[in-house]
Nanobody
Framework: VQLVESGGGLVQPGGSLRLSCKAS????????MGWYRQVPDNGGRELVA????????QYGDFVNGRFIISRDGAKNTVNLEMNNLEPGATSVYYC????????WGQGTQINVSS
């Protein structure tokens, strides 16, 4: 499975950004797709949002209703609308795809700064 990410960049505090990720190659009928971001302190990754092929959605605890994840099943694409971004959201965001295996995108940088 190959993942191609788009979006990201620099935004001012309180602004919005949209991330997209398209999966291709060996896509199964059932999978989970979404976004994680790098944790600065330990280099690990924390959940931002995921969505399944049955539209079950999970958000990270910090999202607090500010982000919306959606998917286009026909295009194997997932989108993440991020609103009211805070400087603490600055990180590298990784697209994630999971069926019987886990796959990661290359990562896209988001900087929230004035």
């Amino acid at each position: 499975v190959q993942l191609v990410e788009s979006g990201g960049g620099l935004v001012q505090p309180g602004g919005s950004l949209r991330l997209s990720c398209k999966a291709s190659g060996g896509i199964s009928l059932v999978y989970v797709m979404g976004w994680y971001r790098q944790v600065p302190d330990n280099g690990g990754r924390e959940l931002v949002a995921t969505i399944t092929t049955t539209d079950v959605i999970q958000y990270g605890d910090f999202v607090n209703g500010r982000f919306i994840i959606s998917r286009d099943g026909a295009k194997n694409t997932v989108n993440l609308e991020m609103n009211n971004l805070e400087p603490g959201a600055t990180s590298v965001y990784y697209c994630h795809f999971r069926n019987r295996r886990k796959y990661w995108g290359q990562g896209t940088q988001i900087n929230v700064s004035s």
